[in-house]
Nanobody, 122 residues
């Protein structure tokens, strides 16, 4: 079970960190990822991190601004978002699965959190 939290309202140029807490001992076995979905748009890949946390992968739209990390001792993944833009406004979802780090299709991930809303004001 995944529980996303930390969303909110931020001004453009600001920063925010969202978290994804996982229950169960399988957390360390899974690639973790963040996706987002804006109104009227399809869910899109944002970032992923390997089981150990040593390797990450980002969508071009967030590269250099967002950082994904994980703390396996706490069963928690994070997404630090800096230099936020209006177009980053979306519901952010965390996902987990025994999948490749470069799996960017939502259907690839079997486990999902409920989503947390980020609104960036321009």
């Amino acid at each position: 079970q995944l529980q996303a939290s930390g969303g909110g309202l931020v001004q453009a140029g600001g920063s925010l960190r969202v978290s994804c807490a996982a229950s169960g001992r399988a957390f360390i076995s899974y690639t973790m990822a963040w996706f987002r979905q804006a109104p009227g748009k399809e869910r899109e890949f944002v970032a992923s991190i390997s089981r150990s946390g040593s390797t990450t992968y980002y969508a071009d739209s967030v590269k250099g601004r967002f950082t994904i990390s994980r703390d396996n001792a706490k069963n928690t993944a994070y997404l630090q978002m800096n230099s936020l833009k209006f177009e980053d406004t979306a519901v952010y979802y965390c996902a987990a699965g025994a999948v490749s780090l470069v799996a960017t299709t939502p259907a690839t991930y079997p486990y999902w959190g409920q989503g947390t809303q980020l609104t960036v004001s321009s």
